[in-house]
Structure formats: C-alpha cells, structure tokens
C-alpha cells in the first residue's frame, strides 16, 4: 500500500490549505486514514482520523478549524483546513489503517507565516 499525499505549501495566518492524501496498492481495505503531523522539536501527534464508516476524531487544538472527509470508494482522504495558525506549522503526514497494516505517507510541509 502507497500513500501520496500533497497541498501543503505556504498561507498566511487566517488562511485556508487542502491536504489531500490517496492510498493505492493490491488488494486492501481501508478501515481508517487521516493525518498526523509533526512539528519541529515535537513528537508527532494526531490530527484528525476518519473511519471506513465515516466516525472521526480531531484533536482539540483543531476542532472547529479543520475537516476531515474521504471517498470511500477511491481510498482518498481530505483535510481541509481553515483559520491557520502559526502553531499549525508542521510536517503532515497522512495515515492510513487498512487490512495489511499500517502506512505512512511521505510528509507534506505546511507553513503558516505572514
């Protein structure tokens, strides 16, 4: 399973970033995807995951500000992500919890910087 992500890139504070995030390979099941991201000096940390049944989970320091959606059907999930703050710059990688394990995408840097 191989999981290419992209639209991260510079905005200003206030701004608005689409991440997108796609899962190929042979023969899978998705059961869940989302996004983690990692900021310099800090651990990574979730950010919002959505389920095959379309439950999701978003840290607190999000709510409200960004929305995780997914078409089930081509194995893609979406962040978008409104009100952007200085303190959402980080590395985002997408997540992906399928039925042969779990893989990471390649990272997709977000700057928010005025």
């Known amino acids: 399973v191989q999981l290419q992500a992209s639209g991260g890139g510079l905005v200003q504070p206030g701004g608005s970033l689409r991440l997108s995030c796609a899962a190929s390979g042979r023969a899978f099941n998705v059961n869940i995807m989302g996004w983690y991201r990692q900021a310099p000096g800090s651990q990574r940390e979730l950010v919002a995951i959505i389920s095959n049944l379309g439950s999701t989970e978003y840290a607190g320091s999000v709510k409200g500000r960004f929305t995780i959606s997914t078409i089930n059907a081509e194995n893609t999930v979406y962040l978008r992500m409104n009100s952007l703050k200085p303190q959402d710059t980080a590395v985002y990688y997408c997540?992906?919890?399928?039925?042969?394990?779990?893989?990471w995408g390649q990272g997709t840097l977000v700057t928010v910087s005025s």
């Open positions: 997540y992906a919890l399928t039925s042969q394990g779990v893989y």
